[in-house]
């Protein structure tokens, strides 16, 4: 009798040890897929963070960027030559500046009497992918309007733009002297020279209907 109480003890704490230790693999695989679970969530989350798009602002630049002096009240442009390093297109919508309220993104192109004019680019800039985009008299260029004061040469300008996702690139220009970028402006602030607001070039925009 003394015997089988003795196995009979030795078999229950045989059975209790082995529901012990599978409690405790169970806790540990447990952890195990929590931690896995865990840890791959945080890589989900950097994978993803570095999967989404990343601001176009952060891959694009402003070289020699300059504007032409002017006088207040006139028209004056900004030039420069915009680099984009990433892998895909960079889209300028607008453009704000110090020097005036009015800003536009303007291209220079010949209108049906084959004169050229300037006019707002539908869409605004794009710089291709690993590409460039010049801004130059007689071609793309940003447009200031409607000057609050004159911008003379040396001064620097502040000067932000806003592409497509939001982003925001600041930079400045300084203004030169320059005798060039005479073209009219097509549309209803075409009073004068766009550039440079040279009383020739208003009467012929009053004669053409511009």
Known sequence: ??????????????????????????????????????????????????????????????????????????????????????????????????????????ETVANESGQMVMREVEGGFVIPAKGQFSLEPAGNHIMIMGLPKAVTAGEDITFTLEFADGSKLDFTAIVKDYAGANENYEGDHGSHDAHGGAEEHAEHDAHSGH
């Open 1 to 106: 009798m003394l015997e089988r109480h003795t196995m009979l003890n030795t078999h229950i704490r045989a059975t209790r040890f082995t529901v012990a230790c599978g409690i405790a693999l169970l806790a540990l695989t447990g952890c195990s897929a929590g931690e896995a679970a865990t840890g791959s969530g945080i890589h989900a989350g950097e994978h993803s963070g570095e999967a989404g798009a990343h601001p176009a602002a952060d891959s694009v630049t402003i070289e020699e960027a300059w504007v032409k002096s002017a006088e207040q009240g006139e028209m004056t442009a900004a030039f420069g030559l915009l680099k984009n390093s990433s892998e895909t297109d960079a889209n300028i919508v607008s453009v704000t500046s110090t020097a005036s309220p009015m800003m536009e993104l303007h």
